[in-house]
């Protein structure tokens, strides 16, 4: 392999882990609020609190132009929060067209079901954003996968654990559109002139320069392929 | 004289407000569906004009007329020709009572075609899946068929809809699962009946736990083949249950 190659491959991987380590910064800084806040209540939240809180932190990056983010909050474990069994407090920005079916959306509070005992209500602990920060105690990307209970659309969810008192409280995420995803890194992987492929750590093709290995396919291992991870992120470059 | 529309209260005025958004016939047929659900439009009760109802929503007339056509079906309106006419309110009955007038009113044609459209899209998510899933997906599926109670139908039902959604998502492709979406909303309940009984609830619990050993094995033509002859019986037994309610009058 050349150095110019090689370069090539430093500058993909140096992208992947810039365009996720941004966000999960920003995640990271809605993390430390919140726990501050809830430390400063000794622990006891409502909705209203919370919700005041989450809003003031993470509209400001939902509202700017050409945002990555298009949907972003706090979801509560069970029973922590004081007046509300499950809560969320998630906001969806003017690029996330969920339940709306227009192309220009304004910014909103996702409408979730709370209530266990309705047909629509999902039990969110079962899910992939949630179960592997609760079980790891940290930040994780899901997907891509199709989620249809925020965003119903392709999307990649990234959460961290929010902890008060040596245990976790919920985790703060966002979401991202793959299609974005792909539109910011198929640049950088494509220039490294062969077939380059990224993959999250369940090998799950985020995106490549191969037409056949779509986006959301598992790549099966080859011995052949170099891997190389993405600095601080789980996701992985394969070349070959 | 019929009772006319009444903005009285803030609730009901919120059932006239303006959509927004695609698929505006069937938000304005959602709203209208809520309220005569909710009781904010009672048994009799005359809906405004179709050009009335248009101007309220902000939408075309051949929108309100589509919407209507859609509440026709389910059996939560009916028109009445003449200088009295108009659309009224039909909200008594249970909510078994609606379902078998639905499926009365839809032809054999209908119900099969029906079925033959929701398995095309409920199969060829099944194939996919078999080829993009994890094993920690895997063990989400069965978690989901575990979290089903077949002795209850309530639970039955929401364990389809929720297995088959998860499904869809494990497919990969967006498009696929808000179409799933989309005809859970319109044709679950008559699809699921069979529900009812208790038989083909395990019977549905068993079709699931095939479908995803087939996901399991990465083998997308078994579990294509399996979704198409779980829902294809499902169909069947509507037909019967239909000829039933036809013998009964």
Known sequence: MTIATRSSVVDAVTAVDTTFGTVFEQ?????????????????????????????????????????LIIGAGFVASPGFISDAEWHLAWWLGHANTFGVGSADPALRRLEAEEDPSSESFRDYTTLEWWRVPAATDAPHITGPYVDYLCTDDYTLTLTVPVMYDGRMIGVAGADLYVNDIERTLLPHVRAIGSTATVINASRRVVVSTDPHRPTGAI???????EQIACGQTSLVLVLG | MPQSIRSTTAARAAVFAPVAGGGRAELVAQRLTDAIELGLLSHGERLPSETEMARQFG????????ALEALRELGLVETRRGRDGGSFVIAEGSRTARIDRRVKALSRV???????YYSAIAAMAAELAADRSTPDDIQHLHATIDATDASAETSSRRGEGTFRLEVAALSQSAR???EELRLQAEFAPLLWLCLREETHRVRSRE???????????????RARRLTVAHIAGAIEWLLDAKAELERRG
């Open chain 1, 27 to 67: 995640i990271d800084s809605w993390r430390a609020a919140i726990e501050r806040h809830v430390g400063a209540r000794h622990g006891a939240v409502t909705v209203a609190d919370i919700d005041e809180v989450v809003e003031a932190l993470v509209v400001p990056g939902l509202s700017a132009a050409n945002a």
């Open chain 1, 219 to 225: 790549l099966r291992p080859d011995d052949a392929a």
């Open chain 2, 59 to 66: 939408v075309a007339t051949v929108t309100t007329r589509e």
């Open chain 2, 110 to 116: 209908e119900l099969r075609d029906m079925g033959v």
């Open chain 2, 176 to 178: 696929l699962v808000r």
């Open chain 2, 207 to 221: 079709a699931h736990l095939a479908v995803v050993a087939a996901i399991e094995d990465f083998d997308g033509e």
